[in-house]
């Protein structure tokens, strides 16, 4: 019953996201639901010059992750850009279903993180680790027959509703340890979705950074590396010099929790090789590098936002929700928090 809920609720966000997208029929009568109504008009979330959007990686808490769904968390924010995770578009192509529970995979993780996690949870983190592999590797053999159609039809989707793809990032794709055909596949369905660039962990390896920026040269396509607490400002140095199609996707918050001083000086130093910028609020090392609600935490979003219009760079900012959601919100909610954050800055 759980499933043909999902699948009847699905069904009723595809036809609802259609006809809003490209009907010019539809009147307000037809639903009798306002929340229908905010549909009728493109979202917009560019603001003074700077383009804010979200990584779909934010809407990960939420029950449904459909491509539907999650179009519609992106609508319900006002956002009309995006970072798009694979996830959505792969199943939405036909992808093998996975079983993993998300929400246990998720906090083992963070436990894990965290150095809180017991014997028994790291042992059955390890299995679920171990189950993953033997079903990417039968996503590997989906990949090399996929229908890019279904991803063409996938971006209509999302484009008629007024949503652009400005990054794509597949899970299980980009790797030292992935296969040709993977960064091939990878590459080819972003552009297939629009996007300008991929992004992928940087791998702090520079044969691979090497390797990668080839692929990228050969579809040209940009890939931008996404860095954590190793981040520098020498970081992406090495990957620049080796590919002009090797690039930067900055993530501002883990940067500060690096304990980098004067962030805002990467952004300037670097901009002409940022492709997207993460944005979130994280303490310096000294206060203890949490993860916060923004405008609460040591990271300058206010002077970076301010930063980009002024300089007038063109590059969006990706808004990625990672604090703590309050009792009683959702990530959607705060995501459309984060918006006015940025809207705010941008006045």
């Given at each position: 019953m759980q499933n043909n809920s999902k699948s009847t609720r699905r069904k009723f966000l595809r036809n609802t996201l259609t006809l809003a997208a490209g009907s010019s029929l539809i009147t307000p009568s037809l639903f009798g639901a306002p929340s229908i109504l905010k549909y009728y008009n493109k979202p917009n979330s560019k603001f003074n010059g700077v383009q804010i959007g979200v990584i779909t990686y934010s809407f990960r808490s939420m029950e449904d992750q459909s491509a539907e769904a999650t179009l519609k968390y992106i609508l319900d924010c006002g956002i009309n850009a995006i970072e798009l995770i694979g996830d959505p578009a792969e199943t939405f192509a036909g992808r093998p279903e996975n079983t993993l529970n998300r929400s246990v995979y998720f906090g083992l993780m963070k436990k894990n993180k965290s150095g809180a996690i017991s014997d028994n949870e790291a042992k059955e983190l390890a299995e679920i680790q171990a189950n993953q592999a033997v079903y990417n590797a039968k996503v590997t053999e989906w990949r090399k027959n996929a229908d890019m159609k279904k991803f063409e039809k996938f971006r209509k989707m999302y484009n008629d509703a007024g949503v652009q793809i400005y990054a794509f990032k597949p899970r299980n794709t980009f790797g030292k340890n992935n296969s040709d055909a993977d960064i091939d596949w990878g590459m080819k369905t972003a552009k297939v979705l629009g996007a300008s660039h991929v992004t992928v962990e940087h791998p702090s390896n520079d044969a691979t950074t090497l390797?990668?920026?080839?692929?990228?040269?050969?579809?040209?396509?940009?890939?931008?590396?996404?860095?954590?607490?190793?981040?520098?400002?020498?970081?992406?140095?090495?990957?620049?010099?080796?590919?002009?199609?090797?690039?930067?996707?900055?993530?501002?918050?883990?940067?500060?929790?690096?304990?980098?001083?004067?962030?805002?000086?990467?952004?300037?130093?670097?901009?002409?090789?940022?492709?997207?910028?993460?944005?979130?609020?994280?303490?310096?090392?000294?206060?203890?590098?949490?993860?916060?609600?923004?405008?609460?935490?040591?990271?300058?979003?206010?002077?970076?936002?301010e930063l980009m219009k002024d300089k007038n760079y063109t590059f969006p900012g990706t808004i990625e929700l990672e604090y703590d959601i309050p009792q009683g919100s959702n990530a959607v909610a705060e995501v459309q928090k984060c918006v006015e954050f940025c809207k705010n800055a941008l006045k």
């Amino acid at each position: 019953m759980q499933n043909n809920s999902k699948s009847t609720r699905r069904k009723f966000l595809r036809n609802t996201l259609t006809l809003a997208a490209g009907s010019s029929l539809i009147t307000p009568s037809l639903f009798g639901a306002p929340s229908i109504l905010k549909y009728y008009n493109k979202p917009n979330s560019k603001f003074n010059g700077v383009q804010i959007g979200v990584i779909t990686y934010s809407f990960r808490s939420m029950e449904d992750q459909s491509a539907e769904a999650t179009l519609k968390y992106i609508l319900d924010c006002g956002i009309n850009a995006i970072e798009l995770i694979g996830d959505p578009a792969e199943t939405f192509a036909g992808r093998p279903e996975n079983t993993l529970n998300r929400s246990v995979y998720f906090g083992l993780m963070k436990k894990n993180k965290s150095g809180a996690i017991s014997d028994n949870e790291a042992k059955e983190l390890a299995e679920i680790q171990a189950n993953q592999a033997v079903y990417n590797a039968k996503v590997t053999e989906w990949r090399k027959n996929a229908d890019m159609k279904k991803f063409e039809k996938f971006r209509k989707m999302y484009n008629d509703a007024g949503v652009q793809i400005y990054a794509f990032k597949p899970r299980n794709t980009f790797g030292k340890n992935n296969s040709d055909a993977d960064i091939d596949w990878g590459m080819k369905t972003a552009k297939v979705l629009g996007a300008s660039h991929v992004t992928v962990e940087h791998p702090s390896n520079d044969a691979t950074t090497l390797r990668l920026g080839n692929f990228a040269k050969k579809h040209r396509i940009y890939i931008a590396y996404h860095g954590h607490e190793q981040q520098t400002p020498t970081l992406w140095d090495t990957a620049l010099e080796q590919s002009k199609y090797n690039a930067l996707n900055l993530d501002l918050g883990h940067f500060v929790a690096a304990g980098n001083t004067a962030p805002l000086e990467i952004i300037k130093t670097k901009h002409e090789h940022i492709k997207s910028m993460h944005l979130k609020d994280r303490q310096t090392p000294e206060h203890g590098k949490g993860n916060l609600v923004w405008g609460s935490g040591d990271t300058p979003l206010t002077g970076a936002l301010e930063l980009m219009k002024d300089k007038n760079y063109t590059f969006p900012g990706t808004i990625e929700l990672e604090y703590d959601i309050p009792q009683g919100s959702n990530a959607v909610a705060e995501v459309q928090k984060c918006v006015e954050f940025c809207k705010n800055a941008l006045k």
